[in-house]
């Protein structure tokens, strides 16, 4: 059964309700599509042989929910989950989850990044379940956020991110049609 998109822009915008008062608006996407990563991945490849990208035993989402309530979940976050995903799959610039001055001290960080987890292990926030072919669920994540902290600051989408619809009318002008899209690999060795 597909994820239904409204479900996820919902969980989407009370993520960031929950931030609201600690950072600046365009900040908020980076911690909310971070775990939105992370449960994303954890759905799909966790215990997955060969699966496109790899989560090292004891760095899920659900492990991630085990932190919830802990006094020291920020650092956990950072220590436990986000840096052996990192590690094992050469990624960079992941959000601090222990950052005071942008999730709060003591019991306001536990509380913000309990809440945030919360968020995310609502049932209907299944990706394993998802089986939409081409569905860019972490690109419309994206979108959905860009134009959204757009509406908020006054700006057009376009200001802060080429937008879908425009991307496809730039790729039909060049020629353009139906290619396969390139993994991360490709890229790079491009």
Known sequence: ??????ELYSSLWQSCDELRGGMDASQY??????LLFVKYISDKYAGKRYAPIQIPDGASFLDMVALKGRPDI???????????IQKAN???DMPDFN?????GT????VDTLTNLIAIFEKKELDFSRNRADGDDI??????????????ESGKSKGQFYTPAEVSRVIAQIVGIRHGR???NTELVRA
Do not use: C, W
């Not at 059964?1 to 409204?6: D, F, R, V």
């Not at 996407?29 to 971070?34: E, R």
């Not at 950052?99 to 999730?103: F, H, I, T, V």
């Open 1 to 6: 059964m597909a994820l239904k998109k409204s």
């Open 29 to 34: 996407k980076d911690y909310v599509l971070v």
């Open 74 to 84: 920020g650092d956990q976050i950072n220590k436990r989950i986000l840096a052996p």
């Open 90 to 92: 050469a990624l960079s």
């Open 99 to 103: 950052d005071a001055a942008k999730l």
């Open 106 to 109: 003591g019991k306001d960080m």
């Open 138 to 151: 972490l690109g419309d994540a994206y979108e959905y956020l860009m134009r959204h902290f757009a509406t």
């Open 181 to 183: 899209a390139i993994s």
